[in-house]
């Protein structure tokens, strides 16, 4: 029998999800507060927000499957080819940029699960909206030319790699630190949230994974429904939201996901002390 209760609320992950996970502010940090409103937070239901992510990992892949073939030497037609020869980033890029996160998770993998507490969350939302206020206010004056995603240096990848770490804590937000740490290297703003979803593909695929074979015990064959409809879900969303979402950074700077950020640390600190 399927629980039309949890249909709903895998469906109503499923949007968060999609919505946030490529915004600076913290799709992790929304999953959270929706399991701890709606009373879905036991291990069982933190595999149902591993499995949402798996959609918005496939709405990037469609967005972006030409520049990802481009990356690892795949070109289609000679159109894609002569507007990417002088492109510089590849492969190489990708694996530095993911390989601090990749090593912190490993090693400290039973200590994050730590901070999955709405306290911590709301700290790291208000750590990570000052790192987003500072990038912001270093883009605003810098008087230099902005470096595009195609000019990105090894090193200035792998320095976006290692402000991508702080996400390790829920709250930060993962496209947030990498925008942020693209904006400090002096990459434009569009080209900051362009590696960011690139990087976005193996780092959720890799922890989904590893979330997955850890806790696989704790599903059923019954749940198959509802991980298709938490899949859909954060797909169609997520496809969405790229689209909208990359039209919308060219125009406005991230001084609203701060304030956003800190409306919504708010609403957690009033929770925790005034349940």
């Known amino acids: 029998m399927i629980d039309c209760h949890e249909l709903l609320i ?9 919505l ?18 709606l009373e879905f937070n036991s291990d069982r239901a933190k595999i149902f927000e591993v499995v949402v992510q798996f959609g918005t990992i496939l709405s990037v892949i469609v967005k972006f499957w030409r520049k990802l073939f481009s990356v690892v030497g795949i070109r289609f037609n000679q159109e894609i080819l002569d507007k990417e020869k002088n492109s510089c980033l590849s492969l190489w890029h990708i694996l530095l940029g993911v390989l601090p996160i990749i090593v912190l998770g490993f090693l400290f993998y039973n200590q994050i699960k730590f901070f999955f507490e709405l306290i911590y969350v ?25 470096i595009s995603i195609t000019e990105l240096s090894y090193m200035q990848a792998f320095f976006i790699g290692c402000f991508q770490c702080f996400a390790l804590c829920p709250g930060f937000s993962r496209s947030g630190a ?33 979330d997955l074979y850890k806790n696989i015990s704790l599903f059923t064959h019954h749940d198959v429904l509802l991980f298709f409809v938490g899949f859909c879900t954060s797909f169609v969303v997520g496809l969405c939201s790229i689209k909208y979402f990359l039209q919308m950074v060219k125009n406005i700077s991230l001084i609203p996901f701060v304030v956003y950020r800190f409306i919504l640390a708010g609403i957690i600190y009033w929770l925790v002390y005034n349940p």
């Open 122 to 146: 709301m700290n790291a939302l208000l750590v990570g909206s000052l790192l987003l206020l500072v990038a912001e206010y270093f883009a605003y004056c810098s008087s230099s030319r902005k």
């Open 178 to 210: 990498t925008v942020s740490g693209g904006l400090l290297m002096g990459v434009s703003r569009h080209s900051s949230f362009e590696f960011s979803f690139f990087l976005a593909v193996p780092v959720i695929f890799g922890a989904s994974i590893l």
């Open 20 to 37: 946030t996970e490529f915004l600076p502010v913290s799709s992790a940090g929304h999953m959270i507060l929706i399991g701890y409103l």
């Open 10 to 18: 895998i469906f109503i992950l499923g949007i968060v999800e999609g």
